[in-house]
């Protein structure tokens, strides 16, 4: 591969950002003793990122008093290879405030079938966030795609 690309940290405003013009991504949380990694749809708001997810779904049950779980969501080209990925860090709680759990399941439409009717909020401590960039090769020289 002749191009080349370079990884910048991005700050946690813009993770935040690139993570909201996303719908899906990635959580992971623990579940008896293992990882597990689920995609949920989600939003993004007021620095919390907000899923939706069935009772009887492991997070569900783990998130009752608080998790603490890993949410990922990327976007990236698989054509120019350039992109970005966000990594957030935070504890998952079951939202127990009826009038805004009504308010996020309007919101908030499962990309699958059946009754999600549990809203639970992942807090936002630690963001991470890279964009993946199309660079100039190290030594200056414009590279020119070969020919046939």
């Known amino acids: ?13 813009r993770a935040l950002e690139l993570l909201g013009s996303v719908s899906v991504g ?6 008896h003793a293992l990882p597990a990694i689920r995609p949920v749809n989600h939003l993004v708001e007021c620095g ?9 779904a ?4 783990a998130s009752r008093n608080g998790v603490v779980v890993a ?4 976007s990236i080209d698989s054509d120019s290879h350039v992109g970005w990925s966000v990594i957030v ?9 009826d009038a805004a759990a009504a308010r996020y399941r309007m919101l908030l439409q499962p990309w699958i079938s059946g009754k ?3 809203v639970i909020t992942i807090s936002t401590d630690l963001v991470t966030g890279y964009e993946m960039v199309a660079d ?3 030594d200056g020289l414009q590279r020119v795609p070969a020919t046939s």
């Open 71 to 74: 949410y990922e969501a990327d």
């Open 136 to 138: 100039e090769p190290a």
């Open 89 to 97: 860090l935070g504890t998952a709680r079951l939202l127990t405030d």
């Open 48 to 56: 919390s990122i907000i899923v939706r997810a069935t009772a009887g």
């Open 26 to 31: 990635r959580i992971v949380f623990s579940h």
């Open 116 to 118: 999600a009717d549990d």
């Open 1 to 13: 591969m002749d191009e080349h690309r370079q990884l910048h940290q991005i700050s946690r405003t």
């Open 58 to 61: 492991a997070i569900t049950s």
